[in-house]
């Protein structure tokens, strides 16, 4: 397995909270649009999941502001990938 294989293998792992709403926010949007994002909004994501859940869940229901504005477009994009 090649390194971006592995990368792209671990990420999507990551996706697995135990939690069902974060694990249908986060999968659904990797699966949907992870391989076309810019190489900037893959990373903010891959840091987004480093995040703990109730952090994770407060900014993906809009109870948390996103740090900046590359994290704000990733977060819109997987709020739309869950049509909320």
């Known amino acids: ?3 971006q294989e592995r990368e792209h293998a671990r990420l999507r792992w990551m996706c697995r909270r135990g939690m069902k709403e974060l ?3 986060l999968l659904g949007f990797f699966d949907a649009r992870f391989a076309r994002l810019e ?3 893959r990373q903010c994501f891959a840091e987004l999941l480093e995040w ?3 952090e994770l869940i ?3 229901f809009g109870r ?6 590359e ?3 990733v977060v819109r994009q997987i709020r ?3 049509r909320f």
């Open 1 to 3: 397995m090649e390194d």
């Open 23 to 25: 694990d249908q926010l």
């Open 39 to 41: 190489p900037e909004a």
């Open 52 to 54: 703990q859940d109730p």
């Open 58 to 60: 407060a900014l993906l």
């Open 64 to 69: 948390m502001a996103p740090p900046d504005r």
């Open 71 to 73: 994290c704000a477009d």
């Open 80 to 82: 739309e990938c869950a």
